[in-house]
């Protein structure tokens, strides 16, 4: 197994991309640490990785917008298991306003949770990852093309794209490779909540939409030693959507 005895950090892990990425890496070996905001899905997430998959798991509550409880997720995944050498940064959310009706409130919640989450979670690897390790950053396709009514979105996976090549540059001396994937329309409730799907505004090929396991599937790559010389780098995972958009 790839990743056996390594540990694994998941935001946003209890459903979704998140979750299918904890029980990837989990089924590669690694243990796994899930930090999300409701209490109930991850106590629901994290029995059923330890139920149906045979992973030891913990599962922690964390607003990654808030830097301390990020260091206490990683504190407390110190205290649990003695290291760290995997963070995915996939918690996310989304608003959907017009530009103009946008408050400053509305784009400080979204840029904390997709944007800000992965720099504090990233802060912290480099803090505490004393030998090595990966951080996989889950972006999105709106980060190089995007719709109408969700400019914070897309600006913060935008953002997230740069802050994944200056993890890259400075993590290489600490042996820190830091990588990111770019979903396109994936089947979770994310993309069927999508007020411009629902409405027709936006229209999706059932061809184009992707599990969430694709993406899991990407993440584990890039988390493992078979991506020992990847980094810095974005790696789409959209079924080539982007290409006809």
Known sequence: MRLKDKVAIVTGGSSGIGLAAARRLGAEGARIVIASQNKERIEAAAERVRKEDGVEVLGLECDVSSEAQVGSVVDATFERFGRLDIVVNNAGMMLFKKLEEFTDADWQRVLGVDFMGAVHFTRQAFLRMTG????????????VMTSPLVAPYAAAKAAMLSLTRSAGIEGRDKGIRCNVVLPGAIDTGMLWDNPNIK???????????????????????????DAAFITGTALRVDGGRLDRL
Not at 199 to 223: C, M, N, Q, R, T
């Open 132 to 143: 090595g390790g990966s951080i996989v950053n889950v972006a999105s396709v709106h980060a």
């Open 199 to 225: 409405s027709g505004a936006e229209k999706i090929d059932p061809k184009d939409v992707g599990k969430p396991e694709d993406v899991a599937a990407a993440v584990a790559f890039l988390a493992s030693d």
